[in-house]
T-cell receptor
Framework: DSGVTQTPKHLITATGQRVTLRCSPRSGDLSVYWYQQSLDQGLQFLIQYYNGEERAKGNILERFSAQQFPDLHSELNLSSLELGDSALYFC??????????????FGQGTRLTVV | GQQVMQIPQYQHVQEGEDFTTYCNSSTTLSNIQWYKQRPGGHPVFLIQLVKSGEVKKQKRLTFQFGEAKKNSSLHITATQTTDVGTYFCAGDQAGTALIFGKGTTLSVSS
């Protein structure tokens, strides 16, 4: 158990809909990362938050947004869903209090299927 | 932007053979991390390399960080069926974000 909790584990929704994925980081970790994993696409970095503020942005679509709340949990919002958004979405957390990225702990992921 | 490339994408070996995966970055990295993802699982941290030319060993696994801090490798000696999975390298530039390569998927037949 990595200590990172993601809900829900599975999500099936229709095209055009909006969903929210939730992540609770490990206790004490201030940094939260979101990644998208599609078949043969590896782990695509979406966005990072550190202590409530956006720290880095990857190839995140404008239809996607995220935030980190004062209790450090994070939510990833995906809207106007398309078939191509079907993927495994991972959240990871790390201490990341210094200039170097520290070890990241991954949640079990949310499997999103858009039909 | 920063890119991290990994080769090969897939590798099949017979149990007992060695395996190596290579990671190259388009930019100088502050550090590099390696992760393993078992089939159906989530990535799990293996190791972090920080210094130029650093070499670290974990039992049958040997990790190297290049002198220019732009490349790295993971070598597994005498593979076992438990080594099956996808191995990812991940790098960053001065703590911006962890960028992952596409991974090398290792299969092992006994």
């Amino acid at each position: 158990d990595s200590g990172v909790t993601q809900t829900p584990k599975h999500l099936i929704t229709a095209t055009g809909q909006r969903v929210t994925l939730r992540c609770s980081p490990r206790s004490g970790d201030l940094s939260v990362y979101w990644y998208q994993q599609s078949l043969d696409q590896g782990l695509q970095f979406l966005i990072q938050y550190y202590n409530g503020e956006e720290r880095a942005k990857g190839n995140i679509l404008e239809r996607f947004s995220a935030q980190q709340f004062p209790d450090l949990h994070s939510e990833l919002n995906l809207s106007s869903l398309e078939l191509g958004d079907s993927a495994l979405y991972f959240c990871a957390s790390s201490v990341s209090s210094g200039p170097l990225s520290t070890e990241a702990f991954f949640g079990q992921g949310t499997r999103l299927t858009v039909v | 932007g920063q890119q991290v490339m990994q080769i090969p994408q897939y590798q099949h070996v017979q149990e007992g053979e060695d395996f190596t995966t290579y990671c190259n970055s388009s930019t100088t990295l502050s550090n590099i991390q390696w992760y393993k993802q078992r089939p159906g699982g989530h990535p799990v941290f293996l190791i972090q390399l920080v210094k130029s030319g650093e070499v670290k060993k974990q039992k049958r696994l040997t990790f190297q960080f290049g002198e220019a801090k732009k490349n790295s490798s993971l070598h597994i000696t005498a593979t076992q069926t438990t080594d099956v999975g996808t191995y990812f390298c991940a790098g960053d530039q001065a703590g911006t974000a962890l960028i992952f390569g596409k991974g090398t998927t290792l299969s092992v037949s006994s």
